[in-house]
């Protein structure tokens, strides 16, 4: 949802690789966080709720970690610690508000609510397209950046329209990341499920050396 977000908006291709992997490593601070907390099939409590909030700053501390050598991904790191930050400053880690939060974050945020409400959690039932629609309008100018919300239900009417309904809980598009050397590489393509393994296909020729 994120890359759809980013090619209506017109980035370029060093802009929308940055918001790819972002929106690749958004949770990754999740790993810091106790697995029986993240698979609670209850409500969070106060505390738990509190702990779940730290995956931000550790995504962040990760990804700067991971990617301290990689110059055209300096921004992933603030990207993914602001990604539940809200346009009415009500998130976390740091309360932001409006112009203060990088664009790039509302971006993955939207992303991860519409996946968040679309695919369900262990303690919540994933809502209707419909449902999701009127969550954003709802929510419009105060969790999510309000041009945010015009593009992402423009990006999921269409996709009602074609009758996709049922393919977006299913595998597609994807994005496949090499690490050779010092270099990194983000291949846009389709994740074919066979049995009981995959295939991914780039949707394009790369020419990628070993």
Do not use: C
Request: hydrophobic letters at 35%.
């Amino acid at each position: 949802w994120a890359k759809e977000i980013g090619i209506t908006l017109g980035f370029n291709n060093s802009k929308l690789q940055q918001l790819v992997l972002a929106g690749l490593l958004h949770d990754i601070g999740k790993t810091m966080v106790s697995y029986k907390i993240l698979n609670k099939t209850s409500p969070l409590n106060k505390r738990e709720y509190e702990k779940i909030k730290e995956h931000s700053n550790y995504g962040s501390q990760i990804a700067s970690y991971l990617l301290k050598d990689k110059p055209k991904f300096i921004k992933v790191p603030k990207i993914i610690k602001h990604h539940h930050e809200r346009y009415d400053g009500k998130g976390y880690p740091d309360g932001l508000k409006k112009e203060e939060v990088p664009f790039e974050s509302y971006i993955i945020g939207i992303a991860d609510a519409v996946d968040v409400m679309l695919s369900g959690r262990p303690y919540k039932k994933a809502l209707t397209l419909d449902e999701v629609i009127r969550e954003l309008y709802e929510n419009k100018g105060k969790q999510f950046h309000p041009q945010l919300v015009d593009i992402m239900v423009a990006l999921l009417s269409k996709a009602q329209r074609r009758g996709e309904g049922d393919d977006l809980f299913g595998i597609n598009m994807g994005s496949l990341i090499l690490k050779l050397e010092d270099q990194i590489n983000i291949i846009e393509g389709i994740l074919l499920n066979y049995n009981s393994y995959y295939v991914f296909k780039p949707v394009l020729d790369y020419d990628i050396s070993n």
